[in-house]
């Protein structure tokens, strides 16, 4: 197919896009809309910053001649300048140009790709049905809440007791299944980014990177290494914590003869009655269940428990550069 069809069909997708429509970049993840659509362009405008890029008809040739002349005709994503991001954002909306981000890859399909999801502008409406998601954290985050809600917070001091301790035990429940869900969503991440190119969202941006740990080799072959350039081992040798623990095991010595003791006090989480945790939680649904939604001080919950699902969903969730800010394949 010569590319002037697919650029005129590419042009037809565009001009159908639904009003208020975002499209995302596939490395930087920038948002981004079509404002205009001409013959010899495409024009965008960046939701995150206040920028308005018209993009060529001939860069578009150009990025159609390197899909197809891939191997595959699966061509690279990190082989784009950084600049050139938003194009294959546009070329994916063609019935057959997807947009593989595990595999960062654009590529040409022989059948039609699916149709394409967009995500339109807030009207106000709810248009999908809110649920609660199957996460510890959410639970624990949501007692954070509630009990934050009904203390002041001002001066940490003024607190009773029990209150301080329900807080700390919450609080160490939510930093332990934070961290777990933040472990998952890495290694999601790390098969998504790509040569060191940092990745933006709404909050913040992450970005590949890597860590080396160094271990020492045998001991013998270290000693002689050094030996051999001149070092002399006294040097380098010193006492072993493992071995001076052996040896007090076999001698009169007492622990306070070779270790200088430094005795420091902290608080740690003792236990967590679970019982109180979920029959609290199951009371905070049932009122949102059972209450009059006219209600005002329940209308304020509601609002609250919805605005606080949103920002646990935003934190949790990873919208891939072949979708635009919905769970949709780019096309």
Same mark, same amino acid.
């Given at each position: 197919m010569p590319f002037s069809v697919s650029w005129h069909t590419l042009l037809e997708e565009a001009n159908d896009l639904p009003a208020g429509a975002t499209l995302v970049t596939p490395l930087s993840h920038h948002e981004f809309r079509v404002t205009d659509v001409q013959e010899q362009r495409v024009v965008v405008e960046y939701v995150d910053r206040d920028e308005r890029r018209p993009l060529q008809r001939e860069q578009f040739e150009t990025l159609y001649r390197h899909v197809r002349d891939a191997p595959g005709k699966a061509f690279e994503l990190d082989r784009l300048p950084p600049d050139a991001d938003p194009y294959p954002a546009v070329w994916s909306l063609h019935p057959r140009y997807e947009i593989d981000e595990d595999a960062g890859v654009i590529r040409e399909s022989e059948d039609p790709t699916g149709t394409q999801v967009v995500r339109k502008e807030s009207t106000g409406e709810t248009d999908v049905e809110r649920h609660e998601p199957d996460l510890q954290v959410y639970s624990d985050a949501l007692l954070v809440t509630d009990t934050l809600e009904r203390h002041e917070m001002d001066d940490l001091t003024d607190l009773d007791t029990d209150a301080l301790v329900n807080l700390y035990t919450l609080l160490s429940d939510v930093q332990r299944s934070a961290d777990d869900l933040r472990k998952g969503i890495a290694d999601v991440l790390l098969g998504r980014l790509h040569h060191d190119r940092p990745v933006s969202g709404q909050f913040g941006s992450v970005q590949r990177t890597e860590r080396r740990n160094r271990s020492l080799k045998g001991e013998e072959t270290v000693l002689n290494a050094l030996e051999a350039a001149g070092v002399d081992r006294e040097q380098v040798t010193s006492v072993d914590r493992d071995k001076v623990d052996d040896a #007090?095991?076999?001698?009169? #010595?007492?622990? @306070?003869?070779?270790?200088?003791?430094?005795?420091?006090?902290?608080?740690?989480?003792?236990?967590?009655? @679970?019982?109180?945790? @979920?029959?609290?939680?199951?009371? #905070?649904?049932?009122?949102?269940?059972?209450?009059?939604?006219?209600?005002?001080?329940?209308?304020? #919950?509601? @609002?609250?428990?919805?605005?606080?699902e949103d920002r646990i969903e935003d934190l949790t969730s990873f919208k891939s550069g072949n979708a635009f800010h919905t769970e949709s394949a780019a096309e």
């Open positions: #007090l095991d076999v001698t009169d #010595l007492s622990p @306070e003869d070779v270790y200088e003791t430094d005795t420091t006090e902290y608080v740690r989480k003792a236990e967590v009655d @679970e019982d109180v945790k @979920e029959t609290r939680l199951q009371g #905070l649904k049932d009122r949102l269940v059972a209450s009059d939604e006219t209600d005002e001080q329940t209308r304020q #919950l509601q @609002e609250e428990i919805a605005e606080l």
